[in-house]
């Protein structure tokens, strides 16, 4: 599992923590969670001790580069993305880890956690199943992606390959997701995978990220990755 956190939001960890806990995984599998801070105020000290929680902090560079560097810590065969103001659902994890059995990636569908602490699903899923190649690069080029990039999980060594997140403002998950689209099969799982919390701090609330021409340059950069990618003919194979 892979977090990123800073300071201010790190106030939710304690229940992202107890879903993880709660997770029932498949005989012989276990998790570890690769925390990381980006800064170094130590607001990972909230969670209660656990060998299964590898925190790490450094230099502030947002949220991608704290996966990347949350990567390098990750010692399983298969990564998780999720977010720190999230809730993992039960089943979360075991559902992913049979997808992975099949393909190289997999994302799921999410359940909106509004402030009052009423839920409402996602409003546009893909089809369960697996993902016709393209499909996800088709809708961000349209600006209408289905699935929310954060509950995105793959192989490890796909992710390494990959170079873990794209180094942005925002969207890295988008970004890593097209890329993984672009050289490797998928699936989608429609049964809710995550509590996606809605609340004023999140990053995707301020009006900054949505600046036109930062936007326009996230996309451009994602889109252009994984054009890159599909152009070489390089497909990633398990070993």
Not at 8 to 17: I, V
Not at 195 to 210: F, G, I, S
Request: glycine share 10%.
């Amino acid at each position: 599992m892979i977090t990123a956190v800073h300071d201010g939001g790190h106030h939710f960890l304690r229940e992202a923590y107890t879903s993880l806990c709660d997770q029932e995984l498949p005989p012989g599998w276990e998790w570890e969670w690769c925390l990381q801070e980006d800064g170094d105020s130590g607001v990972v000290d909230c969670l209660p001790p656990d060998e299964r929680v590898l925190p790490g902090f450094g230099l502030p560079g947002r949220a991608a580069v704290a996966r990347t560097m949350a990567l390098a810590r990750a010692t399983g065969s298969v990564v998780r993305t999720l977010d720190a103001d999230d809730v993992l659902l039960p089943g979360a994890l075991a559902r992913d880890i049979e997808a992975l059995g099949r393909v190289a990636w997999c994302t799921s569908a999410c359940v909106d956690l509004l402030p009052d602490g009423s839920t409402r699903p996602g409003p546009c899923d893909p089809p369960p199943g697996p993902v016709p190649p393209g499909r996800f690069y088709a809708e961000q080029l349209d600006d209408r992606l289905s699935v929310q990039a954060n509950t995105f999980a793959a192989h490890t060594d796909l992710v390494r390959a990959l170079g873990g997140w794209p180094a942005l403002t925002g969207a890295e998950t988008v970004g890593l997701l097209l890329a993984a689209e672009a050289v490797a099969s998928g699936e989608f799982i429609a049964e809710p995978s995550v509590l996606y919390r809605k609340h004023d701090a999140q990053t995707t609330a301020a009006d900054r990220y949505w600046d036109k021409a930062e936007s326009a340059a996230r996309l451009e950069s994602v889109l252009a990755r994984a054009d890159a990618l599909r152009r070489s003919g390089w497909h990633w194979q398990s070993g």
